[in-house]
């Protein structure tokens, strides 16, 4: 007896096998980018970027409401590198792609931005840090322009000590 092999049938079920794959790797990606949110939002909290980029975070204990997360403060940090704001981290990554974000994240910044904290993470990290901030949307003003020492401030400022001479 000669099988016959029909080819509506097999063609079906390719598209049931390609549909039934294509969803089950759509779920793997969207639980990955939900669990890349979820550790993003804790570093966020647990790095104390929202302490200088989140206006009052500090001073209300971190009862400020997500909508409002790092859109930057507009008091200047100023010491002997001159003044620095922290910056709306929203508007930042909205013109940043992940790419750039990886390639510029552990280059040393200017005081008092821990850096170093960046530096120390990991790339899953970082990736995190960047997909969640991303994820909250351009929202704010920029913060206020560097200035160099000696230049005219117009804001706010915290002074910061030089710090002590080397032994």
């Not at 970027?49 to 209300?60: F, L």
């Not at 910044?109 to 969640?132: E, I, Q, S, V």
């Amino acid at each position: 007896m000669r099988k016959v092999v029909y080819p509506l049938a097999c063609a079906i079920a390719l598209v049931v096998l390609a549909t039934e794959l294509t969803a089950a790797s759509a779920e793997a990606a969207s639980t990955k980018r939900d669990a890349d949110l979820d550790r993003g939002r804790y570093l966020v909290k647990i790095a104390g970027c929202n302490d200088c980029h989140t206006p009052n975070y500090p001073e209300t204990a971190g009862a400020v409401p997500e909508k409002d997360w790092l859109t930057g403060v507009p008091v200047g940090f100023q010491g002997p590198w001159g003044t620095t704001y922290a910056a709306n981290l929203r508007l930042v990554f909205a013109g940043m792609t992940e790419a750039q974000w990886m390639k510029g994240a552990r280059h040393a910044l200017k005081p008092p931005m821990p850096w170093f904290a960046l530096r120390d993470m990991t790339d899953g990290d970082l990736r995190a840090l960047y997909r969640y901030i991303k994820s909250l949307g351009p929202a704010g003003q920029p913060a206020p322009a560097y200035v160099p020492p000696g230049g005219k401030v117009t804001t706010p400022v915290l002074t910061w000590p030089s710090p002590p001479p080397s032994k």
